[in-house]
């Protein structure tokens, strides 16, 4: 679709009329209707306004005419996958799992390939293979080969060791030590928790990264510990498989 009939189409959806846009994008309603003939195409300044108002990316308002991936883990982009900086725009370099924040998720590229060869063993890649593609792969992407200017002098890194250490010294029963932390995206992990009275509550932004990972119980009895945390709280929950019967043990506060 060309970029004329993306913003009509996004403007029609929102009710707007060519001059409500205008007002909103700090322009005359001519150019609006320039737009959308196809006469001209809204300029670089503009197409952040009209990516910010309409919620898609600049490469959707032109027609998608790269093919995103992100520059961390190859990922295929799309707007619901791309990442955000701090003010909301979009970060159409990364993946939200990738980039959270304003931050990096990953420094050690041995982390981020475990995590992947997670999801891609069974879809058509054996673990072996995986791997193998993961390693051959990334050190292409930008992000590896500029990896040392995009280091933050290991403060991220401490920053997780630390929550971990949170995690450990709470002495759950039948949890495994907590080795490890991966960024995950709200959405993937807001499970809906009984409450008493028989309501049932999510605590998450679906919209937000957390740190976090899932544990096999030392019980051997199916469930599995699901912890996750973020610069204010520790959240620790239990649950059978695909997320089946979920149980919030504990939210805290971080100091």
């Excluded at 609006?32 to 197409?47: D, M």
Aim: charged fraction near 25%; proline fraction near 3%; aromatic fraction near 10%.
């Amino acid at each position: 679709m060309e970029t004329k009939n993306i913003i009509l189409e996004l403007r029609n959806k929102r009710g707007m009329s060519q001059e409500e846009l205008a007002e909103k994008v700090f322009v005359t309603r001519q150019a609006v209707s320039r737009w959308e003939t196809g006469e001209t195409v809204p300029n670089t300044e503009t197409l952040k306004l009209l990516s910010g108002l309409f919620d898609v990316s600049i490469n959707t308002l032109l027609g998608s005419p790269r093919d995103l991936i992100c520059q961390c883990c190859g990922m295929p982009l799309e707007d619901s996958s791309i990442s955000r900086e701090n003010d909301g725009s979009f970060n159409e370099s990364y993946c939200k799992w990738c980039y959270a924040d304003g931050k990096y998720m990953y420094h050690n590229m041995e982390d981020l390939i475990d995590v992947c060869v997670k999801h891609m063993a069974g879809q058509g890649f054996s673990e072996e293979q995986a791997r193998c593609y993961m390693k051959d792969m990334l050190p292409q992407l930008d992000y590896w080969k500029n990896h040392k200017e995009n280091e933050d002098s290991g403060e991220f890194e401490k920053f997780k060791k630390q929550l971990a250490d949170e995690f450990n010294a709470l002495n759950i029963k039948d949890m495994p030590k907590v080795e490890k932390l991966n960024s995950l995206v709200g959405s993937y992990v807001n499970l809906a928790y009984p409450m008493p009275g028989g309501r049932t509550v999510k605590l998450l932004d679906d919209n937000a990264t957390y740190l976090g990972n899932q544990l096999e119980s030392l019980n051997d009895d199916g469930r599995c510990f699901g912890i996750l945390a973020n610069a204010d709280f520790l959240m620790v929950s239990s649950y059978g498989m695909d997320g089946e019967s979920p149980e919030l043990l504990l939210y805290k506060k971080r100091q």
